[in-house]
Every structure is written in C-alpha cells, then in structure tokens.
C-alpha cells in the first residue's frame, strides 16, 4: 500500500483548486491528501468538478484494519470521536475560510458552466456531463471517506499516547517528590555530623603536628643559626637554612588549614634580613669585585636562585634580583656623586677632571673585575656605563639649579660636557668595549642648560671686561693731568700699550670660545664689539670732559696738546688691529660700528686739538689785513711760527693720522685767513694798494705752503692755492672783466657765495654798483658746477659779513 505523500497532486484547474482549499480546511493536518493513487486518466476525468461542496456530507461507521486499544470502550471510543454540528458539511466548527472556500467553489463551477453551455447544440450534451460528474462525485466521496479514516486512526493512536504520558507523569512526580523528602532528611543528618567533621579535622591536625613536632622544636635554633650565618656574611649557607625553614613552613600551612605557628614568626625579619645583606653586598660589588669577591658572587646565587622561587603561602614575592640591581645603581652613584663629593664654589674644575679619571677607570674594572662575578643577563658594562651617565646627569642638573656659577666654571663646564665626556679620553675611548656606548642616551646637558651656561658665561665675561675697561680709561684720564710728557716708543711715536691690550683681551675671548661651541663664539664676539662701541664711547665723553676742564681751567693740563694726539695714536692703534676682531665666520660689515665709533673719536680728537691751534691763532689774525700787512710780511710770520711750533709735537703721531692732522691744521690756517679778509677791515685806495694786497696774497700762499710742507703735509691736499686764486681777482685791472673772475672762482670753489664775492670785491675798492651786478650775476650763469673729487669745504664755512645798510634815500645817487 503507498504511502500518503506518495500520492500525486490534484490538477489544478479552477474548480479542484478550490475544493482542495475545502478539503485542507475540513480535515486538517493530513486532510487534503488522496487515500490511494490517481492515474492519468481519472485525474482527466477528476477535471473541473464543480459541485461537490454543494453535496450533504453524511458519515457512517468506518470499517478499520487496525485493532482498538484492549482498554477503551464504546462509551470512550464515542467521546473521543468529533461530533458535527447540525447542518455542518465537515466535522469541527463553522469557520470563515470555509464559507468563503464554498463561495469561490461555487462562483468557479458557475462560470464553467456558463461557459460549456453556453450555446444551445451543447444542451444536447447534458446528460453525458451528468453522468460524469455524478462518477467524479463518487469518487471524490470514496477518496475524502479514506482521508477522514486515516485521520481518525492517527487521532486515536494520538489519544492513547497522551494517556500513557499522563500515566509517566504522574509517576514521575511522585518518585520526585519522594526524593526531594530524602534530600531534606539527609540534610538535617549532616548537621548532626558537624561536631564531628570538626573532630575529624582537629585530629588530622594533631596529628600533622604530632609528626612536625620534632622538626618544629628545632626552629628556633635554626633561626639563630642563621641569623649567625647571615652576621658572618655566609649568604648561601643562610639562604639555604632559610629554604629550609619555610619548606617547614609550607609542610605546617596546609594541614593546619592556613594556620601561623607562632614559632615561625621570626621567618619574616630573618628573610628581610638576609635580603639586606644581599643588598649591601651588592651595592658594594665595586669594592668586594676587588677584595672578596667570592662574596659577590654568592650574593648573586642567592638573588638568582630566590627569583625561581615558588611557594604555596599567601606572601608577596621578595624581588631580591631587582633589589641587587638598584643597589649596584645607588652604590656607584653614591661612590662618585654623592652629596660630599659634589664641587664647591670654584671647585669644579678640579671635580670634573677627577671624573675624567675615575669614570674610565671604574669601567674598566667593571669590565675586567665585576662582571665576570655577576650573571651574564646583567649586563655589567652597559648597567655601569648607563648608571654613570645618568648620575652624572642628575648631578649637573643638581649643580645648574643651585648658585649661579662664575664665568671660569661655566666655560669649563661647557667644554667638558659637550667635547672632553664623549672623546676619546674618556667615554669614548677605544679600550673600552661597545657596552660602555653611551652617545644614543640623553646628552649630559639640555639645549636649555647650554643656553643658560652661554648666557652666565657671556654676561660674566661682559661684566668682567667693562669693570676691565673702565679701569683702565680712568688710569689713562688720570694720566692727561701727569706733568710729563706723554710716553713715546723707540720710534718718538706717542704710545700706550692699552690698544693692544684691550684688542688682546677682547680676541683672546672670541678664540677661546671656538674650543665650546660657534653658538657661543658668536656671542661672545656680538659681546665684545659692543663693549668696545661702549669704551670708544667713554673714551670720547672722557676726552671732551678732560678738554672742557682744561679750558675752563678748572684743572689746567700742563701738556694738554701732546695728550691729545696721544689719544690720537690710542684711536689709531685700534683703528689699525680691529680687524683682528673680525675672523673669517663673521659677516662682512659687523665691524661697522667700531669703525663709525673710531672715526667719531678721530674727528673729535682733531678737533680738539685744531681749537686749540685756534686758540693760538686768533688773536694774531685779529690784525689782519691792514696797512700794516700791505707792507710788511711780520703778521703772517708770527702766524707761521705759531703754527710751526704747535705743529712741532705732530710728529709724534703715527701716519696717516699725521697727514689727517697736518691737513686739517693747514685748512684751519687758510679759513682764518680768509675769514679775516672778509671782515672788510681793509679797502684797497688805488691799484697800487690792490697790486701790493695781490702780491701779499702771493707771498702769504707761498709761505703757507713752505710751512706745511716742511711740517710734511703733501701739496696736493693743501689749501693755500684759494688765496692765489683770490690774488687774480685783486690783480684784475679792469674791472669790466670781474665776472669771468667771479665764473672761474666759482669753478675752482664751488661753494663761494655772493657775500664772498661782495666782500672780496669790497676789498678792491674801485667795482661800481653796476660792475658789482655784473660780477654777481655770473655766479648764476650758467650750469651749477660740481664739486671736485676729494674736494673740501672752504667758503661755506667762513662766515660772510652781513651787507651794510644802505642810508640813501630812494631817490638818492644810491637809488
């Protein structure tokens, strides 16, 4: 017999669709599936039925293969079977999708009907669709029959399992409970127990300690035995009685439940004792490497055999290894860099050259003595090596916040950390090996600490070279007022060997630094040429001070001249060496305020010296021109023996400043004389006058330049040729010709002015008004001419006379 979901599935037209749909909902769970197989044939014969939800379902008793359970009975068997409803086409209640199943089934089977006969010849044919549907409606009958049959029988097996289960259930519950009111009796058996188990456990205790007790009673013994050892400095033989000891320990801990014996509290100190002095023997391993290093060694063991160590107390670990390192790390920083050993003031060179001694000796014994009694893991020189340069680290940085330190030790200290440390003198010298490497660590100083060691050095140094400076400026003031001469060398040349000295000082400071750093070159050398800017600028306030009170005469220098121009070779000697403080690293023109600073010195050193040439002078000039000087040469010889003797001490001035002097002393000679002619003291009566005040003029330029030129100043440079000039304009006879006088004048010295002019043409005497227009009027004719190179002022630094006020009335002879 085939099974049920072997069967094949309903066409699927419109109509068996539906009444499928039907089936599905009056059965349920395996309704809908046909009780024996279909064929072809019938399932064409099964197509499109339409009216079978329009059939009475009546159901009568089933005959059934299957026999019924021994123990149910009629009465059961009927109360198990569904009852239908009154009127109900299917067994269970009315439900919705059924209705709305039976209106699409219906709707279906109408509109196939409507659709077969529809024409009249098809009503010929009814009854052939009768009989087939009424064979399909049968069949459908005896298929939905077996459906519901089988379903009943499953309902039924379904039944009779339940019934069973329930039965299991039951049976369960009851063992369940049975077991559950065990449960409690023995729960309250076992408190009864209690007192019991708690005697099991004391017994097994006392008899623990019964079988320790021997070994315990020895415990104090062992413990002074080795407290013994530890004072004798037996580290093994200490480590191992206290092994053995807390084996002891261990072996009582767990029998007693966690419970301390009194008799081991003296374990832990006698622990931390032994820790202590494998400690200490470690802190020393520098001297014990040398003098019993059979004790390092065993202070090692024991460190390293304690960090392997397992215990089953609740203790924390003693970390003995880690405790032997950090001591090696204190014991040799305290060696070199403790407290007493830290410099003192001005003791820091000493200190740091002892250090350039010890720091490769100890690495060296650290390499040759200490490591070979430490464990390889260790690494000694390295550990050493590092340990050293982090303590000399924090031991300058100690050092960098305590007192600021004085200019010598901040350069020392400089130089030694960033050159002398990392040289082959020391950390990096060749003996020792590439453990003791320490250039990839933090430098010994920050870039903050060289910044702060350069500006105490710099500021020290300033400081110290001003002071310097200044004492010798106030020893060279205090010499002007000497009653000797100034010192002269082996040449007769002024000197003073205090140039030299301040330019060797300020060049010894600059070079010293190059062995630091060029950071610091540099600021040393911005320091010194600003501290010479500052004494050049002293030096000047000194010399104007010292001439004021000269003239004043509140302190009257019996050699006031010859100290000037020994200031003058002062300014020269640094004129001429200043370029030492420009090396070939310095930018061109950092030299260009020294320099302006010398040249002021210069030009007021000259100065004064020419007022005091003016002092001399003027009173001679006052005379001049006169009948007097018409005649008779006496004027100017007393000028230019004047001159001659104050100009006798030049040559104790060094070139070129002489030649500077001497032309500015000849100068000053020629703009007194001029300014003497333009006073208009003198005015010439005939041409006989103008051709003796044209010859004078002759005579005097011819005079002058004799003297200056016995003195050694070149001619070329000298200023005598204006008065020849001035001659020409005196000599002219014609007085029509003035202007191209006046042009050519005008050519030769740029800078002559109309009053010059006015006041010379006043000296000859004979020029009308018109002729004086004339003449003035070419001095603006034409192009204005260009000064010549090399060319120095005249005219415009002689004071023209204001023209006289004219007195006649405008309709006068002068209108």
Known sequence: MSQWWEYPALPRRPGERAILKAKAICGGGRTGRL????????????????????????????????????????????KMQPALPPGSSCPGPEWPEQERAEQLARGAALKWASGIFYRPEQLARLGQYRSREVQRTCSLEARIKSVVQSYLEGVKTGVRQLAWALEAVQGAREALGQAHGLLWGMAEAAQTLEPLREQVVQHKQLQAMSQLLPRLRAVPAALAHTQTLIDAQRLLEAYVSLRELEQLQEETWAPLGGLELPVFEGLGPLAEALGQAVEAAAGAAGRLARE???????????????????????????????????????????????????????????????????LPAELAAAEALVAPCCPPHYNVVRLWAHTLHSGLRRCLQQLLEGPQLEAADAFTLLHWALHVYLGPEMMGSLELGPEADVSDLEPLL??????????????????????????????????????????????????????????????????????????????????????????????????????????????????????????LNHQSALSSSVSVLQPDWVAPGALAPVEAALDELQRRICRLVLEALLAELQPLF????????????????????????????????????????????????????????????????????????????????????????GLGLEESVQCAPVLLALRELLNLRDPTLLGLEVAGLRQQFPDVSEDHVSALLDLRGDVSREQRLAALSSLQAGPQPSPPAGGRALFSLVPAPAPPLSSCLPSGSCA
């Not at 009546?58 to 009975?73: G, L, N, Q, R, V």
């Not at 005469?553 to 006031?560: D, I, K, L, S, V």
């Not at 703009?671 to 002759?698: F, N, P, S």
């Open 292 to 358: 019993d290093p059979a004790l390092l060694v065993a202070a090692m063991r024991v460190a390293e055999v304690d960090a392997g160590r397992t215990t089953s107390l609740e203790q924390a670990a003693r970390d003995w290894r880690q405790r032997c390192l950090r001591a090696l790390q204190e014991g040799l920083e305290q060696i070199h860099f403790g407290t007493p050993l830290q410099p003192g003031p001005g003791a820091l060179a000493e200190w740091l050259e002892a250090l350039r001694v010890a």
């Open 622 to 709: 006052a005379a001049l021109p006169s009948r007097r000087w018409l005649s008779s040469p006496e004027l100017l010889d007393d000028v230019c023996e004047r001159t001659a003797s104050f100009c006798q001490d030049f040559r104790h001035v060094r070139d070129p400043a002489v030649q500077l002097l001497l032309a500015e002393a000849e100068r000053t000679v020629v703009l007194q004389y001029l300014r003497a002619l333009m006073q208009g003291r003198l005015v010439c009566r005939g041409a006989d006058e103008r051709t003796q005040a044209a010859e004078r003029l002759r005579h005097d330029a011819a005079q002058l330049r004799e003297l200056f030129l």
């Open 446 to 567: 920050t870039l903050e600490n060289i910044e702060q060691l350069e500006a105490i050095f710099v500021a020290k140094v300033q400081a110290s070279v001003a002071q310097w400076l200044q004492k010798a400026l106030d020893g060279d003031v205090a010499e002007w007022g000497r009653e000797q001469e100034p010192d002269t060398d082996p040449s007769g040349f002024y000197h003073s060997p205090m140039p030299a000295i301040v330019l060797q000082i300020l060049e010894e400071n600059i070079r010293v630094t190059r062995m630091v750093s060029e950071s610091l070159q540099r600021r040393v050398h911005g320091m010194a040429l600003s501290e010479l800017s500052a004494y050049l600028r002293s030096f000047s306030d000194a010399l104007i001070r010292f001439s004021r009170d000269h003239l004043r005469g509140e302190a009257t220098a019996p050699h006031y001249v010859p100290y000037l121009l020994a200031t």
């Open 35 to 78: 009780a024996k197989p279909v064929g072809p044939r019938r399932r064409l014969q099964l197509r499109g039925a339409p009216t079978l939800l329009a059939l009475t379902w009546t159901f009568a008793p089933i005959p059934t293969s299957a026999p019924a359970p021994p123990a149910m009975d009629s009465a059961a068997r009927d």
